[in-house]
């Protein structure tokens, strides 16, 4: 059973971050608030953990997964950000954008896309993300936490629409650590920006696409 933190979504209490800081750092398994969707993490370099994400989401190793960072410096240590990435991504961050791009070898084999060597990377725009980054210090995994029905195959375009305390429910025994700020589950996605090659594109239109197609 998860033990479940009540934080303030505004003003995140600096205890309780430091007692998920500690639950993370030991190879906890979270289901958290960002600023799109409830996402299941953990800390990037916790394998055991990422190995536990990829089981719940039932992600073959060739599906790359998406991390958080605290800010584009930050991202400039996972990935290779050309002067057009930056360009860009400095335009855009914090916000509702996963950026592809091509990883560093500080990117676990794990987390990445195998065959092309990228990684997906957000700077969410969340108080609660950013407190349990800065507390951390090391990237968070990020993986929608909404799940197909037990009794049907993964289809992440027919996800049931839950709400918060039936989400809570659902993963209780999934994870160890849940997150609630009081605020409902969206189905709202981020936004993906392919910027590994010449040309940046968008390859999936979710939260602010609009103004992302105004630097691309």
Not at 109 to 138: F, M, W, Y
């Amino acid at each position: 059973m998860a033990k479940i933190f009540s934080v303030h979504p505004d003003n995140p209490q600096t205890r309780r971050i430091e007692e998920i800081k500690s639950a993370l750092s030991s190879g906890a398994v979270m289901l958290y608030p960002t600023d799109t969707v409830y996402a299941i993490g953990c800390d990037l370099n916790a394998k055991s953990a990422v190995e536990r994400v990829r089981q719940i989401k039932q992600l073959a190793n060739d599906k790359p997964l998406t991390f958080l960072c605290p800010s584009l410096s930050n991202v400039a240590t996972y990935a290779f950000v050309s002067d057009t990435a930056y360009r860009i991504m400095k335009r855009l961050i914090p916000g509702t954008y996963t950026f592809l791009l091509p990883a560093t070898k500080l990117v676990p084999r794990l987390v990445q896309s195998p065959k092309r060597k990228t990684t997906g990377i957000r700077v969410p725009d969340h108080p609660v993300c950013l407190a349990l980054l800065a507390a951390l210090e090391n990237p968070i995994i990020s993986t929608s936490a909404h799940l197909p029905p037990d009794d049907e195959p993964v289809r992440l375009d027919l996800e049931p629409r839950l709400s918060r305390v039936e989400l809570f429910d659902r993963l209780d025994n999934l994870v160890d650590v849940i997150i609630d700020t009081g605020e409902e589950t969206t189905y709202e996605v981020s936004t993906i920006l392919d910027l590994t090659g010449d040309e940046p594109m968008i390859t999936r239109r979710g939260l602010g696409w609009e103004a992302a197609t105004n630097w691309v």
